[in-house]
């Protein structure tokens, strides 16, 4: 008798919070058809946390246990035989994993411990699919050339725009064209935050509220004072425009200083205040910036209410593009990285 066997894709997870929780939850939703189209079985072995310690099997966690255990007690339970205690760069190494997903929170000020498990990743022959934008924003070059040396992948689509095709658009789609410049408005938190506050809430309810929903990072200052949209602005320059910037490098303004009445006043002038960002080419150098911006009502961007988020490319051969990502949720976030763990399966589909 023959037995046909499909392959499996493991994954080492490192971070559980909003995001790894999504993921995991789309992944067990997929599975089937993921080994009905590509035929490979994607298990994760291990889940590594920074608080909650690590999940290990060879053989593939119990993702619905682990899920049930944060919903219920917030932590995963002590008698889960899966249950390892040792350091996230252990948990790496231990996987024996073919891809690490890297999910952990983001240190914008020097995207750390997140560029360390990456290193640690390629080091062992793992792909690397990460929504943490530090390592994107800070050392995406260098990384990236690590990766290539050994012919691995370094997927990042969640870094901006969530799962909408940003990176993978200008990557696949624009063949022969140069990105000039950009401009967008990519954190849902400010945003938010400015239109709950235009309807008459104050800050720390409508800040509140988007921490509930899951969008606002754990450290709020990280959105307030435009260090989100900063990371995001640096890791944009990086890939799309060829850049080599860091976060330290882009111009930057919060909103902690826009009032109710700061609104009022561009309502009154026929506009609103939005968060913007800019990637810019001047002279041989590429800028980039954040800073709260009047946008008129005729604007294309006034339109950007809530939790939306938009960014526009300006390219040589195609001209100005908009990729609107409309009314995200934490799903919108687990699809990037579901959608970067595809390109990878379809990559090893393709090479095997
Ligand atoms: N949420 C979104 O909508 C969204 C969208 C795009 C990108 N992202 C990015 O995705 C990443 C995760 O976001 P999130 O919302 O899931 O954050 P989160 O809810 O705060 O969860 C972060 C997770 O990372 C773990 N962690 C932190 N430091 C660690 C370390 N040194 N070693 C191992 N685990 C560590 C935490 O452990 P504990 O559980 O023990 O605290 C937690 O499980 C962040 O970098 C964020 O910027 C998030």
């Given amino acids: 008798m023959v037995y046909l066997m499909c392959k499996k894709l493991s994954i080492c997870m490192i971070g559980f919070g909003n995001a790894g929780r999504a993921f995991c939850k789309m992944l067990l939703g997929q599975q089937a058809k993921i080994k009905n189209a590509y035929d490979y079985e994607v298990i994760v072995n291990t889940i590594s ?17 682990a899920l049930r255990e944060i919903e219920d007690f917030g932590r995963f339970s002590e008698d889960n035989p899966q249950l390892i205690q040792i350091s996230s760069q252990e948990a790496i190494k231990n996987s024996k994993a073919q891809v690490l997903i890297e999910l952990s929170t983001l240190s914008i000020k020097d995207g750390q411990p997140a560029i360390s498990h990456i290193e640690a990743a390629i080091e062992n022959a793992m792909h690397v699919i990460t929504a943490n934008k530090g390592p994107i924003a800070w050392d995406y070059k260098r990384l990236k050339g690590l990766a290539d040396e050994k012919g691995l992948s370094l997927l990042y689509e969640t870094v ?31 945003n938010f ?7 008459g809430s104050d800050f720390d309810t409508a800040l509140k509220e988007a921490q509930i929903r899951g969008f606002a990072e754990s450290d ?3 959105d307030i004072d435009g260090w989100d949209a900063v990371g995001k602005t640096a890791a944009l320059i990086n890939v799309i425009m060829d850049g080599s910037v860091t976060p330290m490098d882009i111009e930057r303004t919060g909103i902690s200083h826009i009032t109710a009445q700061d609104l009022k006043d561009a309502k009154a002038k026929g506009g609103k205040i939005k968060l913007l960002c800019e990637g810019y080419r001047e002279g041989n150098s590429i800028k980039g910036k954040v800073y709260p911006g009047f946008v008129s009502n005729n604007d294309i961007f006034s339109n950007v209410d809530s939790t939306t988020s938009m960014l526009s490319i300006t390219t040589d051969l195609m001209g100005e593009i908009c990729i609107v990502e409309r009314n995200p949720e934490i799903e919108q976030t687990a699809y990037g990285v579901f959608s970067d763990m595809l390109t990878l399966v379809k990559r090893l589909v393709k090479n095997k």
């Fill in 160 to 190: 901006v725009l969530d799962g909408a095709p940003v990176f993978n658009m200008v990557r696949d789609n624009l063949p022969g064209c140069e990105v000039l410049a950009f401009k967008g408005i990519v954190n849902s938190t400010t």
């Fill in 49 to 65: 946390t920074r608080s909650k310690g690590t999940l290990y099997d060879p053989e593939g966690v119990d993702i619905g246990r």
């Fill in 220 to 222: 709020p200052s990280l």
């Fill in 193 to 199: 935050i400015m239109e709950e506050m235009e309807s």
